[in-house]
């Protein structure tokens, strides 16, 4: 699926998934972001504070070291408050509260304004490893195929995945309950296979290729 190879691969777009991705990108790797929803990288929790005594002080770690967290927290912080004032220096915790969604908006912009940040969007199934390396990821698409038996362009369509190294589900239409439950999702099957990634239709053998081809132009 992809037409190059990656130096680092971080799984997560959290508000720690966002500093390694940033962090090795900075360091000059070419670097890819995998989650499972782009529009939530970065993302702060119902409760929109970052600070506190144990928070504030990884926070201001993470600034000494060229992190983001901080920064993007100034430039969307709505209310601030300095924790703890009654008991000793020591124990005070500065706190802000920012805006949830201008805060993971900001984190997305600082990601992309980045060259050496790559995304992608899928749920991450497996890590491979090479011995004691670890080499790669293997993502979940969710592909479906609906064969019969004896047929070519069924067998080029596993040989496509196989290739690629993407799981699929394999339904033998042979079977009338399977037949008739493609019938279903696509009364207008006339052909096989038919397959399906995400639970979304994209037709024949043909249909895949053609697919393919316009993502990776």
């Given at each position: 699926m992809f037409n190059q190879e990656y130096d680092v691969i971080v799984v997560g777009g959290g508000h720690a998934g966002s500093e390694a991705a940033a962090a090795a990108a900075n360091l000059g790797a070419k670097t890819l972001l995998v989650t499972m929803n782009l529009q939530t990288i970065g993302?702060?929790?119902?409760?929109?504070?970052?600070?506190g005594i144990a928070k504030g002080q990884i926070v201001r770690e993470v600034d000494a070291l060229g992190g983001?967290?901080?920064?993007?927290?100034?430039k969307t912080m709505v209310q601030f408050r300095m924790l703890n004032r009654s008991?000793?220096?020591a124990m005070w915790s500065p706190r802000a509260q920012s805006d949830r969604f201008r805060f993971a908006e900001e984190w997305r912009l600082v990601l992309e304004k980045n060259k050496n940040v790559d995304f992608w969007q899928e749920m991450v199934s497996q890590i491979l490893v090479n011995g004691d390396r670890?080499?790669?990821?293997k993502t979940a698409l969710g592909v479906e195929i609906y064969s019969k038996s004896n047929c070519y362009y069924c067998e080029m369509a596993k040989r496509y995945f196989d290739l690629k190294n993407v799981d699929y589900e394999l339904y033998n239409t042979d079977d009338q309950n399977t037949f008739d439950e493609l019938m279903k999702r696509n009364p207008a099957a006339r052909t096989m296979p038919q397959i399906f990634i995400d639970n979304n239709l994209v037709g024949g053998y043909t249909c895949l290729l053609?697919?393919?081809?316009?993502?990776?132009?």
């Open positions: 993302q702060m929790s119902c409760n929109p504070a970052m600070g983001y967290t901080g920064r993007v927290t100034d008991k000793g220096p670890v080499v790669g990821i053609y697919t393919s081809d316009a993502a990776d132009e």
